[in-house]
Each structure stands twice: as structure tokens, then as C-alpha cells.
């Protein structure tokens, strides 16, 4: 796989290098971790988001933080049920 840093994705090494450091493992190996864990931490999220324990303004306060923290895109909905 090759990944540009050209044309505007300079970025990306710098994000790459700091999961290196994070990981303490080559780029390319931490390349690797990060995408597994990432896909991971958004099942866990997704988990937690739906607890039945938390408020709509606690799902809503920690998809609002971890919205700004992280490149996920979260959407807290309401389940209601009609009996």
C-alpha cells in the first residue's frame, strides 16, 4: 500500500509518525494497529452510546466530545417504543 503525502496530504506523515511514537513500532506496523484498534474503539462507542443507563444529554455531551476529539461521525438517536 502506498500512502501520498503530496498535494495537500503532508498531514498524513505527521499523523502516521505520531502513531509510530504512540505505538512504538515502525509506520508501517502502526499503521496497522491503529486502523484494528480504531475499528475497535468505535464498536466499544457505539456500545456505550446505547447503554440504557446514560441520558439522552450524557449521549449527546460525549458524542459531542468525542466528535471533536476524533475524525468519527456519531449519531446519538432515541429508540421509542409505542405500546
Not at 58 to 78: H, W, Y
Amino acid at each position: 500500500m502506498r500512502i501520498r503525502f503530496d498535494e495537500g496530504n503532508e498531514y498524513r506523515l505527521d499523523a502516521i509518525q505520531g502513531a509510530a511514537d504512540l505505538y512504538d513500532r515502525n509506520r508501517s506496523d502502526a499503521v496497522a494497529l491503529a486502523c484494528d484498534d480504531m475499528a475497535r474503539l468505535a464498536g466499544v462507542l457505539e456500545d456505550f452510546l446505547s447503554r440504557d443507563d446514560l441520558t439522552r444529554g450524557q449521549q449527546r455531551e460525549l458524542a459531542d466530545a468525542l466528535d471533536r476529539a476524533l475524525s468519527l461521525e456519531i449519531d446519538v438517536r432515541q429508540k421509542v417504543e409505542i405500546r
